[in-house]
């Protein structure tokens, strides 16, 4: 097979398969794309909320410590069962896009538990994105007490995913 024929091969392929011919494309518009996420979450949308993570690639940190997230909890099963016991509001202070395609992004959230409780986290994250405009790292800061507070609500809720 010639050159030419090969190249259109290859495109094609990666068009059905839906990857991108360049690899290394940055999503065009990560705060926008986090922006709608967001929303998704805050609307307990769960299959919107879904198709923003690259869900087995995705990791979180907290300051510095991989939280190990259960992955299968950012699929659309996983939403639907959160929103079941767990609100989340977001109050957004600052969401930038670096040069990097990275966003910069400042908020307040606040999680809501059945029995009324609702915990307040003040955090600063870097979120990163891959081609497909999927979020896959999720690099947080913020008050240790308050993020404990949160994990240990939730194992009650949810032990059997701890």
Known sequence: MNLLKKSITGVLLAAAMGSSVAANAACSNPVEKLSRIINCIDVENAFCAAS?????RFRKFHNGVDTNTNNFLLTTIGW????????FEFDIERMEENEDGTVD???YEY????????????????????NRCRMTLWDQTGDQAEQDAVDEKTKELFPWFN
């Open 111 to 130: 999680v809501r538990f059945p029995d009324g409780e609702i915990i307040t986290q003040y955090e600063k994250a870097v979120v990163h994105f891959n």
């Open 80 to 87: 639907l069962t959160t929103f079941n016991f767990i609100g």
């Open 52 to 56: 923003g993570y690259d869900t087995w």
């Open 105 to 107: 992004f400042d908020y």
